[in-house]
């Protein structure tokens, strides 16, 4: 499984690590990606979400309900 958020669509991003002597190498910088378990009410089921901590703020700010609506207007199979 990627490192990708399912609601916001977050991605590694990549760039350099540029040393002292200014010589550079390639790096990657990952999302905070954390796994939570949201009791979806509408279906009476719990879905299991990866999301950044940014997003986790986001579905406590407008509910599991419309997040997931989110989701899925996203294409992504909750």
């Known amino acids: 499984m990627s490192a990708h958020c399912q609601l916001t669509g ?6 350099n690590n ?10 990657r910088w990952n999302p ?15 879905v299991r979400l990866t999301l950044t901590a940014r997003a986790i703020k986001t579905v406590d700010k407008i509910g599991v309900e419309a997040a997931v609506a989110r989701i899925r207007a996203r294409g992504e199979k909750v």
């Open 32 to 46: 905070n990606i954390q796994h939570r378990r949201y009791w979806l009410e509408s279906e009476g089921r719990f």
């Open 10 to 15: 977050t991605k590694p991003v990549f760039g």
């Open 18 to 27: 540029v040393s002292h002597s200014h010589r550079r190498t390639r790096r």
